[in-house]
């Protein structure tokens, strides 16, 4: 069965400092992965996805991803955090093929921002 | 705003109360989805509406009962619930050929 596992529970790191979120995956076919980020008491928004080409997909608000088969990883990276990078972040793949409604997520990874 | 609102924003409920609650996407997406979010746990699937017509129950006890009458709007129907019901409720839409959902912001339900 498909799965997601996203290691980290709990990431804190300094503003300005960079950042990279881990996400492992279970899919037997070639997966679409997608990386959503949570605001407190919003809903989720997509910040990028792979399906295909270059391994290395750039998202909004200066993420990035880098999808490599041989770990099974779809990490997430930022340079340079924000403050208002402080959200929970969640890694998911698409199992199937086209639009079977069926996403996995991981269980999430909280990113604290110190000043 | 992403396109997809829901409403009630909140919602607190008693466990013999009756209650809705709506989705509404106007992307002209033709797939909706029902999705729960309990603390500590992932986020997990409920249902799936393809052109207004249901593909998937994930196993969701018949206290949920969801209503997809067009392919812009999903309710789900709430009663009896119990208190372990409580939990972010989030509606998705997306489009056929189109990878990746849009989420609307949730209804926070508790149930007491």
């Known amino acids: 069965a498909q799965s997601v596992t996203q290691p980290d529970i709990h990431i804190t790191v300094s503003e300005g400092a960079s950042l990279e979120l881990r996400c492992n995956y279970s899919?037997?076919?070639?997966?679409?992965l997608f990386w959503y980020v949570q605001s407190p008491g919003q809903g989720l928004q997509l910040l990028l996805k792979?399906?295909?080409?270059?391994?290395l997909v750039q998202g909004i608000k200066g993420f990035e991803a880098e999808f490599k088969r041989s770990q099974s990883s779809f990490n997430l990276r930022k340079p340079s955090v924000h403050w208002s990078d402080a959200a929970e972040y969640f890694c998911a793949v698409e199992s199937g093929s086209g639009n079977t409604g069926k996403l996995i997520f991981g269980q999430g990874t909280t990113l604290q921002v110190k000043p | 705003e992403t396109g997809v609102t829901q409403t009630p924003r909140h919602l607190v409920m008693g466990m013999t109360n009756k209650k809705s609650l709506k989705c509404e996407q106007h992307l002209g997406h033709n797939a909706m989805y029902w999705y729960k979010q309990s603390a500590k746990k992932p986020l997990e699937l409920m249902f799936v509406y393809n052109f207004k017509e249901q593909t998937e129950n994930n196993s969701v006890p018949s206290r949920f009962s969801p209503e997809c009458p067009n392919s812009s709007h999903l309710f789900l129907h709430l009663h009896t619930l119990q208190p372990e019901d409580s939990a972010l409720y989030l509606c998705?839409?997306?489009?056929?050929?189109?990878?990746?959902?849009?989420f609307g912001s949730g209804t926070r339900l508790t149930v007491v």
């Open positions: 792979y399906f295909s080409g270059d391994t």
């Open positions: 998705a839409s997306s489009q056929e050929g189109v990878y990746g959902y849009t």
């Open positions: 899919y037997g076919a070639t997966p679409y």
